[in-house]
């Protein structure tokens, strides 16, 4: 099933990355259609992206959305290594956001990546988005 604002947009959900925040996942059917529908990837010839979407105020504090980021995967390429590698982009800037030291969570991002991963492909498995 296609989108309808993104004829080329297979399947896009969301996954918790917290209780107050969450990541969309898109799934496009081929990499020029993820190009056409994000504009950071115009003229990028990625097999994926992640982004993260926090800022800082002027009293130095970070603010971070309810939605805290997107990650965009094209069906032809959607692997373990692809996947991880964009999940891995998006725990990173998580981690920045929350100005956390890795090695001071690391217990607590490899929780998050456990989940992201589960519940990502139980996502395309359920829509039946796995490659052969």
Known sequence: MTHLLHPGLLHSFTLPMDR???????VWASKKDMQSGNSNLK???????????YFGHAN?????PKR??????VKEYLSARIVAHEINHLL????D???WMPMAHDEQLARLCGELHRRFWK????Y?????
């Open 20 to 26: 107050e925040h969450y990541v969309r996942f898109y």
């Open 128 to 132: 039946g988005l796995a490659r052969n």
């Open 123 to 126: 996502e395309i498995y359920k």
């Open 43 to 53: 003229d990028k010839d990625y097999l994926g992206s992640a982004t993260g979407n």
């Open 97 to 99: 956001a929350h100005s």
């Open 68 to 73: 805290f980021g997107e990650v965009h995967l």
């Open 60 to 64: 130095g504090r970070i603010a971070i």
């Open 92 to 95: 990173t800037y998580w981690a």
